[in-house]
């Protein structure tokens, strides 16, 4: 009873630092970060309806039906859907691009560092020190690093309010091609979904719930509000700067162990996985790859969310998906299956179209 109160607030909780914090490190990567475009940020929004919403039914939907974390599930989802064992490399794939993904946060932030905060030190120094801090401290309390990301979190807000330079006025703008593309990075990728993070977190409240949106709502509310807070959100100053750095580490922290931990249930040797979870975050600290990386990370992120949609969608069977989230009308579930078997992918196409445009 315990762990299915705790993992009600948990997801939540770890849905907004995390969402806020990926949106705060991969925004400057998109070129948005102080280009207050009215036009952007609704469809933003709209992306955060229209598909991070159904997403997050189907990671909630996954967890309720295989009962344990993704890499280890796939094999068991893809038995019970008759499917051929090659769907289970989506869960490889998201489980290499957490420390990934991580490695990315803390390069980012220490590139903020450099600019803002500390000249004089080389970002690559800052990168690796900070990454070192992020493995060891993946060994604490899941908990203890909910809570210290959640501070990181709430100080960088309130100190850019209070010390950050004006940000600019709101403007509408034409849309372009391209912006649809970053809406669906930021709404997919740095919420996290596909990466079974939530889907890991909330195992003890789905497996007694009988109902997905009683999970699910609070997830995406709490993604939500994440994307609200950073459109008033603007790190230009040395200690707003250093607290997101703060709580960029811990939140690193976090996704590390959570990777760890999924490995670890896949029974895979403790040296290969942190042969994984080195070589994915380090690899950042290669010089002059960075600007190969960035692109990487939004694609491979696109994909991860392709594959899944079109796994959930089409090749598992009607029947399983559909008992799992337990909707009160039929119709609820029609839409849901229309969004993840159509409109997600095509969406995430354009999204990959518009992502690999922008690169040449």
């Known amino acids: 009873m315990q762990d299915n109160a705790m993992s009600r607030w ?36 709209g992306t955060m309806l229209v598909l991070a919403l159904p997403l997050t039914y189907m990671e909630i939907a996954l967890a309720k039906r295989s009962k344990t974390t993704a890499l280890q599930a796939l094999s068991s989802l893809t038995r019970d859907a008759d499917a051929s064992a090659q769907w289970r490399l989506v869960g490889w794939l ?33 990168f690796i020190g900070l990454a070192l801090v992020a493995l060891a401290l993946s060994f604490i309390s899941r908990l ?87 459109a008033f959100f603007a790190a230009t100053a040395q200690l707003p700067a250093f ?22 249930q896949r029974q895979i040797a403790v040296a290969i996985q942190w042969i994984i979870l080195l070589a994915a975050t380090l690899i950042w600290a290669i010089p002059g790859l960075a600007s190969v990386l960035n692109p990487l990370l939004m694609i491979w992120g696109l994909v991860i969310c392709l594959i899944y949609a079109i796994f959930a969608g089409w090749i598992m ?22 969004a993840i078997r159509i409109v997600l992918p095509l969406a995430i196409i354009a999204a990959l179209l518009a992502v690999i445009g922008q690169m040449f």
């Open 94 to 126: 998201a489980a290499v691009f957490i420390p990934f993904l991580a490695g990315a946060m803390l390069f980012n932030v220490s590139q903020m560092l450099t600019q803002l905060a500390l000249p004089t030190i080389l970002p690559l120094w800052i």
């Open 243 to 264: 607290a997101l750095a703060f709580a960029v580490v811990m939140a690193a922290a976090l996704i590390l162990q959570l990777a760890r931990e999924q490995l670890a």
């Open 144 to 230: 203890l690093l909910l809570g210290l990301t959640t501070v990181g979190v709430i100080a960088a807000f309130i100190l850019a309010q209070v010390m950050g330079a004006p940000v600019a006025e709101w403007q509408m703008t034409a849309l372009e091609f391209g912006e649809w593309g970053n809406a669906t990075v930021l709404a997919l990728v740095a919420s996290g979904l596909g990466l079974g993070l939530y889907w890991q977190t909330s195992l003890p409240a789905v497996q007694q719930q009988q109902v997905a949106t009683k999970t699910v709502f609070p997830i995406w509310l709490a993604q939500l509000l994440a994307v609200i807070a950073f």
């Open 10 to 45: 948990l997801s939540p909780l770890m849905a907004f630092c995390l969402s806020f914090i990926l949106i705060a490190t991969l925004a400057p990567v998109t070129g948005i970060q102080l280009e207050r475009q009215l036009d952007f940020w609704l469809l933003w929004l």
């Open 317 to 338: 069977k009607i029947s399983h998906l559909r008992k799992s989230m337990n909707f009160s009308s039929e119709a609820f579930y029609n839409l849901w299956r229309i």
